[in-house]
């Protein structure tokens, strides 16, 4: 089975531009969750979708936010970037509950 | 507002002894507790997980242990081995499911 898969790996922007970030899950995992990792920050939860639906959501401002394809697969998009947005982007996937299965992130700079 | 707290930044071990890795948590609903571990450029993988009826899980070298009262957990790790050098994260949640609260991660070394 492949695993989670996150485009692109590294990608650099500047200040005011907006990113879009993709996840395509584990065949037959129905739920997938963001996660913004900082140093010293741990992961930090963005959201979770399932079945097309967010079925929640972290403290992030509106800048962020994402959807979920038929297909399972999923978008984060940030508009407007800020410095502070420079991070890892951790997408994981899972059955619905239970164990999540990580990607190897999105490796955001914003200049 | 840290709900789940790893107090250690680092612990170096040597080869062969226990590694033991500690977690503090504030949010008393949080009822299913994980470990996951993390190398350079790679995503979290899971470890080990217990639940919140429970005192104690093992799986193979890695047992977690949770004090409810205390609102502790700490992960063990014997023998600890070179190659489980990487980062620990101690995550929470409130339902089986995958809003995880995670904490800073512990850097784990082992020397040989």
């Known amino acids: 089975k492949a695993g989670v898969t996150q485009t692109p790996r590294y990608l650099i922007k500047t200040r005011g531009q907006q990113v879009t970030l993709s996840c395509s899950p584990i065949s037959g995992h129905r739920s997938v969750s963001w996660y913004q990792q900082t140093p010293g920050q741990g992961l930090q939860f963005l959201f979770e979708?399932?079945?097309?639906?967010?079925?929640n959501k972290g403290n992030f401002p509106g800048r962020f936010s994402g959807r979920q394809f038929s297909n399972s697969r999923s978008e984060m998009n940030v508009s407007t970037l800020e410095l502070g947005d420079s991070a890892l982007y951790l997408c994981?996937?899972?059955?619905?509950?239970?164990?999540?299965?990580f990607g190897e992130g999105s490796r955001l700079t914003v200049l | 507002d840290q709900q789940v707290k790893q107090n250690s930044p680092s612990l170096s071990v040597q080869e062969g002894r226990i590694s033991i890795l500690n977690c503090d948590y504030t949010?008393?609903?949080?009822?299913?507790f994980l470990w996951y571990k993390k190398y350079p450029a790679e995503g979290p993988t899971f470890l080990i997980s217990i639940s919140s009826i429970k005192d104690k899980n093992e799986d193979g070298r890695f047992t977690v242990f949770l004090n409810k009262s205390a609102k502790h957990l700490s992960l063990h790790i014997v023998p600890s081995q070179p190659g489980d050098s990487a980062v620990y994260f101690c995550?929470?949640?409130?339902?089986?499911?995958?809003?995880?609260?995670f904490g800073a991660g512990t850097i784990l070394r082992v020397k040989s």
């Open positions: 979708y399932f079945s097309e639906t967010q079925r």
């Open positions: 949010n008393s609903m949080f009822d299913y």
């Open positions: 994981a996937s899972s059955e619905g509950t239970g164990e999540l299965f």
């Open positions: 995550a929470a949640s409130e339902e089986y499911g995958n809003k995880l609260v």
